[in-house]
């Protein structure tokens, strides 16, 4: 069946230091991919998207572009910053379901 | 105002009482969801509910049966809780149509620890 596979955290970094989150799935098909971000006492939102091959998605400054060669999906951001301490979630959803699956969850803190 | 909330954050029980956990949207979706967190933090969905109907009901116990009053309300009810059953619960909610079913917007989760 389908499975989301991410790293493992978690990830600590200094301010304006370069974030790299990997994700990689496998799928059947041609699923959509996403990631979601929990920041501390909220619910999951969506960060990005992409919904098919070479597609980049982008959003505040994260970045990850849907690479079926590879099966992989990963988060990435130039300059984090302290705001962006949060849990990221990698999924992959197939539309007609609304059944998303994520992976584990990636916690990442960002320290001045 | 919250778009999705759920109630309460934290519940706190002993093993073989029943519980329940509500969860309201106000951003006029047709669809909704519970999904699991365990200790191992994999997010999985249970149940998913579009317009008052079940839609996706995933290997749970029939310990655990979804309540749709309206399409704005979907709660979880738990019977005779376990020890396994400890874990965070989300409630979620998404637009109907076909593109938009993934774009799903979350509660802050409810912390159930089964004593």
């Known amino acids: 069946g389908d499975s989301v596979t991410q790293m493992e955290g978690p990830v600590t970094l200094s301010e304006e230091a370069f974030l790299t989150i990997n994700c990689t799935y496998t799928?059947?098909?041609?699923?959509?991919l996403f990631w979601y971000v929990q920041y501390p006492g909220e619910g999951l939102q969506l960060l990005l998207k992409?919904?098919?091959?070479?597609d980049k998605g982008s959003n505040k400054g994260f970045e990850a572009t849907y690479r079926k060669e590879t099966t992989s999906f990963h988060l990435e951001k130039g300059s984090v910053q302290v705001s962006d301490s949060a849990v990221y979630f990698c999924?992959?959803?197939?539309?007609?379901?609304?059944?998303?699956?994520f992976g584990k969850g990636t916690k990442l803190s960002v320290k001045p | 105002d919250t778009a999705v909330s759920q109630t309460p954050k934290y519940l706190v029980t002993q093993m073989g009482n029943d519980k329940s956990i509500k969860c309201e949207q106000n951003?006029?979706?047709?669809?909704m969801y519970w999904y699991k967190q365990d200790s191992k933090k994999f997010l999985k969905i249970m149940f998913s509910?579009?317009?008052?109907?079940?839609?996706i009901n995933e290997t749970v116990p029939n310990r655990f049966s979804p309540k749709s009053p309206d399409k704005a309300h979907l709660n979880l009810h738990i019977n005779s809780l376990e020890l396994g059953d400890s874990a965070v619960y989300f409630c979620?909610?998404?637009?109907?149509?076909?593109?938009?079913?993934?774009?799903?917007?979350f509660g802050a989760g409810t912390r159930l620890s089964v004593l």
């Open positions: 979620a909610s998404s637009r109907d149509d076909r593109g938009a079913k993934n774009i799903q917007y």
């Open positions: 799928a059947t098909g041609y699923p959509s």
């Open positions: 992409a919904t098919k091959a070479d």
């Open positions: 999924a992959l959803g197939r539309g007609s379901q609304g059944n998303l699956i």
């Open positions: 951003l006029g979706h047709d669809t």
């Open positions: 509910y579009n317009n008052k109907e079940l839609i």
